[in-house]
């Protein structure tokens, strides 16, 4: 069965329970496509993974001394005002904004840039933006990782809210995974699309509250940042492992919605679009 004759009508594909039966039984590809994104990043490279590592600290330590030195940043909503407490919520932000700006960074030219699996191979090509996910993912969970070994070493205490971050995250997953399958299927038709995509990406990351408190936002415009998925989830994963005010659970719940709703029409999308791949390509 080709892949054009499973791209049927546009409604045919918004079912979630059917978009969640694909992803299952396509899982054992997802993790082989998954482990090939994350080593061919770093193939022949000389410390390999460890750059996962070295390159979110390394922007750790200039944005900290950027917001933290220079322009005398603080969160006045955890417990330390420290530079180091300060590093390390802005590190959180990071990791959230990061899933996502990988995610759409790649999207609009995931396809165009495997032809092979378009012409040659008859393959799921649904489940390729599904792997760029599992690789974002990854290196979030080395970010994570590092981020709480950090906040014990400094004397922070472990949290049972710990155990909510899966949770936490799930609307940026949902949102980030609904864009890759709209964004990658637009660029293979709008070839400059990933000019716009970084634009656009490089405006949300100054307008979520990853450098600055949401305190710090004048009250006539913070209503508006507030409204972004994005920012329901920085905040919430702050709340999740820094302590502080408690997680907004409406507005996360929301940003779920809002994530789930996103995932659900890009995967449509995509299936209904896919069968023109290969006259384009």
Request: aromatic share 12%; proline share 5%.
């Amino acid at each position: 069965m080709t892949l054009s004759a499973r791209s049927a009508s546009f409604a045919s594909h918004l079912n979630p329970v059917a978009l969640l039966r694909q992803l299952w039984r396509g899982w054992s590809l997802i993790g082989q496509f998954t482990r090939r994104e994350v080593q061919g990043r770093y193939r022949s490279s000389l410390l390999g993974l460890a750059w996962s590592f070295i390159n979110p600290l390394a922007l750790l330590l200039v944005y900290t001394f950027v917001f933290g030195i220079v322009l005398k940043q603080r969160w006045p909503s955890v417990a330390s005002d420290g530079l180091a407490q300060f590093g390390l919520v802005l590190f959180a932000g990071l990791i959230v904004f990061g899933i996502f700006s990988e995610c759409a960074t790649r999207a609009a030219g995931l396809i165009v840039s495997t032809p092979n699996y378009v012409k040659k191979v008859v393959f799921p090509l649904e489940l390729l933006p599904v792997s760029v996910l599992g690789s974002a993912l990854f290196h979030a969970a080395i970010g994570l990782a590092v981020l709480l070994v950090a906040h014990l070493a400094l004397g922070g205490a472990a949290r049972a809210s710990w155990v909510l971050i899966p949770v936490v995250l799930l609307p940026v997953v949902c949102l980030s995974l609904g864009l890759l399958w709209m964004l990658s299927s637009l660029g293979v038709f709008i070839r400059d699309l990933g000019y716009a995509v970084a634009l656009a990406v490089q405006i949300l990351f100054f307008a979520t509250p990853i450098f600055y408190p949401m305190e710090a936002i004048p009250s006539p415009y913070r209503a508006v940042l507030r409204s972004s998925p994005l920012a329901t989830v920085v905040e919430a994963l702050r709340a999740t492992i820094f302590g502080g005010p408690p997680v907004a659970w409406t507005s996360w719940a929301l940003a779920a919605l809002f994530g789930a709703v996103v995932m659900v029409v890009g995967y449509a999308w995509f299936m209904r679009t896919c069968r023109a791949f290969g006259d384009v390509i």
